[in-house]
């Protein structure tokens, strides 16, 4: 069968390779003194908090699950205005939140609206697969650009100008960004947006890990700076909620009425029940229980990051958010006796039996040399990781 060229350009995602190479050995080495531990995934170990349980349970029990609008239930829009004013300080008027399914039907919806055939899209290298092929879809090329750890992995103002060309269209930034768990320093972005804006181009922002930052410097939304950025954000990292598929994306006002035209067609609406349950998420016990787990989040990162250092699996940035190191395992691999990151993860899989995922899906330039570690994982597995790991490397 022929297929469009537009699928045939999404590469494969081969962390899903490591994935299931990692669940095979896990089912062989279940029951023996050293069953898998998995570093390798990129969403919270917690899952919705009990009253955002009991308000999904609560709208199956009435039926209130026909469609909604397109662009989400009046009150949730309104419950996350509520959030940008309290926890960021910044006015963001419900009018301008569109609910999607998750973060990827938003990047989705943003790229389709914005993106003609062709158009350039520049990005970090490294950044997360699926946002680059988000701009394929919409058969824009992204381009990525190479970035080093003095630029904490993102794009400057001064390379975004060198690389703009007669047919970029803007900017696609993840901030704190996946696989590196580091921010964009908020004066280099006014920068950034600021010549963007000058080209008349994009700034598109991944705001999805913005709400598990831990650093003063860092942890604002790019909302603060224009109301031409659009931001992508998420339920599923800070609110725990990754399988019911929620998200959203604030937008200059001019572009409500495209995006929802479109999220009409092509998805109807988000899922309701995940809507109803999402109002609760904003409750103060709700998020009291989530800034209990963005500080243990926090506690993860600061034991686990200085043993991976103490190690050899040097962490050149300290991510300032989200729950992933980063790491150069380019010397450790040749004390296995192996080259690159992706035999270093299959090597550690198999006699560590701890599963971490190699950096091929996120880039380029320097992903052969590093390893994405995630710490959405329990204290005791962490700790129960790295003393495999120090004993394989020792
Ligand atoms: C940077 C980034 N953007 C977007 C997504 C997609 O998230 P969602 O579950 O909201 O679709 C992810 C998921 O891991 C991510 O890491």
Not at 105 to 128: K, N, R, T, W
Not at 207 to 212: A, C, D, P, Q, V
Not at 234 to 263: C, D, H, I, Q
């Amino acid at each position: 069968m022929r297929l469009a060229r537009r699928a045939e350009r999404i590469e494969p995602f081969y962390v899903m390779e490591v994935a299931k190479a990692a669940s095979q050995l896990a089912r062989e080495v279940a029951r023996s003194a050293s069953p898998m531990i998995f570093l390798n995934i990129g969403e919270p170990d917690f899952t919705a908090p009990p009253l955002v349980q009991e308000a999904a349970a609560r709208a199956i029990r009435d039926g209130r699950t026909q469609y909604t609008d397109a662009t989400g239930l009046h009150a949730l829009r309104e419950r996350i205005s509520g959030w940008y004013r309290e926890r960021f300080g910044v006015a963001v008027p419900a009018s301008r939140i569109v609910v999607t399914a998750g973060a990827s039907a938003a990047l989705q919806l943003a790229c389709l609206a914005l993106i003609e055939a062709g158009d350039e899209i520049l990005m970090p290298d490294p950044s997360y697969p699926c946002n680059r092929h988000f701009v394929s879809a919409a058969e824009g090329d992204a381009v990525l650009i190479p970035t080093t750890a003095a630029e904490r992995y993102q794009l400057s103002a001064a390379k975004v100008e060198e690389h703009w060309g007669p047919r970029t269209r803007g900017v696609l930034l993840a901030s704190p960004s996946n696989p590196t768990g580091t921010s964009i320093h908020p004066d280099e972005l006014r920068r950034i947006h600021g010549f963007v804006k000058a080209k008349g181009g994009i700034t598109l922002l991944d705001e999805i890990y913005l709400g598990l930052s831990y650093d003063d410097t860092f942890g604002h939304t790019a909302l603060a700076l224009d109301d031409q950025v659009i931001s992508i954000n998420s339920f599923s990292k800070y609110f725990n909620m990754t399988g019911w598929r929620l998200g959203w994306l604030v937008v200059p006002e001019v572009l409500v009425a495209p995006l929802e035209r479109l999220a009409q067609n092509l998805f109807i609406c988000p899922s309701t029940v995940a809507q109803h349950a999402a109002l609760a998420c904003f409750e103060p016990e709700s998020i009291a229980e989530y800034e209990r787990r963005r500080a243990e989040f926090q506690a993860r990162r600061d034991w686990f990051i200085p043993q991976l250092q103490a190690m050899g699996l040097a962490v050149p940035v300290v991510p300032d958010g989200a729950f992933y190191a980063w790491a150069d395992c380019a010397d450790a691999a040749q004390r296995l006796g192996v080259e690159g990151s992706w035999d270093f993860a299959f090597e550690v899989m198999r006699r560590a039996h701890v599963a971490v995922t190699p950096g091929r899906d996120f880039g380029h330039a320097d992903t052969g040399r590093f390893i994405r570690f995630s710490t959405a994982n329990s204290m005791a597995q962490l700790q129960e990781a790295a003393t495999r790991l120090e004993a394989l490397l020792r």
